[in-house]
């Protein structure tokens, strides 16, 4: 069963402590830090075109996010993801934003484009904008449900066909993971968790981790999140003291927290 394989590759980024190279957003750096190493793995934020072919050679993972984008770190995050196919890693793509600018879509559609063994990991209008369809995002916050960004992925597999594009994550209130043949849909998590900025982002880093490691990666990331989410909700007062216990709740959630909490469905995109 799935829910097995999730709960197994906890204990799987906790043994390896894959590192994850993180060009990220100026935002999100520390929380994204702190979550990659609540969950047990080992992040870098790399910045350098001097040290990217270097880390990334030994890495497990790299991460792309385009948050606070410009014409400097468009040519910087080209590098990594070069060195990264060059070295067969993991590539993580969070098109933050896509949707919101034609430079941040095109930037993104580039990415994905150069990228090989990749996953997107983003909100339901950024997969939309990202495959090219109208969406409903307002700046890096989406509109539209994660149910609808469904149709998107078999467009984006259709346009990616000459790429390995393993798994697309999206998130909301209901995560989606697609698959290729087959999707999940995960209903866990609380809405506050809208409110704190990074989550999305440090959700793409902790799926760089967990997918490094084991293929239900996506999966394991998209509950780890939620369900940590549920239980710091529990006793936090704001979105402020949910970040600080959003990442207790991932550096003790174990595997039978994990079973006892996770709600999953397996199908395909014409069933669920």
């Keep these: 069963m799935m829910i097995n394989e999730i709960a197994d590759n906890l204990r799987y980024v906790r043994e390896q402590s894959p590192l994850v190279i993180n060009l990220t957003n100026d ?99 950024e997969i939309l904008a990202l495959a090219g369809l109208p969406q409903h995002g307002q700046g890096v916050d989406s509109r539209d449900d994660s149910r609808e960004a469904l149709q998107a992925c078999a467009k984006l597999r259709q346009q990616l066909r000459n790429k390995a594009l393993l798994e697309i994550s999206i998130s909301g209130a209901i995560d989606w993971i697609d698959r290729g043949v087959d999707c999940y849909q995960l209903s866990n998590g609380v809405p506050l968790m809208t409110q704190i900025t990074g989550t999305g982002c440090s959700l793409s880093a902790l799926t760089a981790a967990y997918r490094a490691v084991h293929p239900a990666g996506c999966l394991t990331a998209a509950a780890v999140m939620s369900i940590a989410g549920e239980l710091a909700a529990k006793y936090s007062r704001g979105p402020a003291s949910l970040q600080q216990n959003l990442i207790d709740e991932i550096y003790q959630l174990d595997a039978a927290t994990l079973r006892a909490h996770l709600n999953i469905e397996q199908g395909d995109v014409t069933t669920l």
């Design 27 to 125: 935002v999100v750096m520390n929380i994204s830090a702190n979550m990659l190493l609540a969950c047990g793995a080992s992040p870098i934020m790399a910045h350098s075109r001097r040290e990217l072919v270097e880390l990334i050679k030994v890495a497990q993972a790299v991460v792309i996010n385009i948050g606070t984008l410009d014409e400097v770190r468009v040519k910087r995050m080209c590098v990594a993801i070069e060195a990264a196919n060059q070295f067969d890693k993991l590539i993580v793509l969070d098109p933050v934003g896509c949707g919101a600018t034609r430079y941040r879509t095109e930037t993104a559609q580039q990415f994905a484009q150069l990228a090989n063994h990749l996953v997107i990991r983003a909100n339901a209008s």
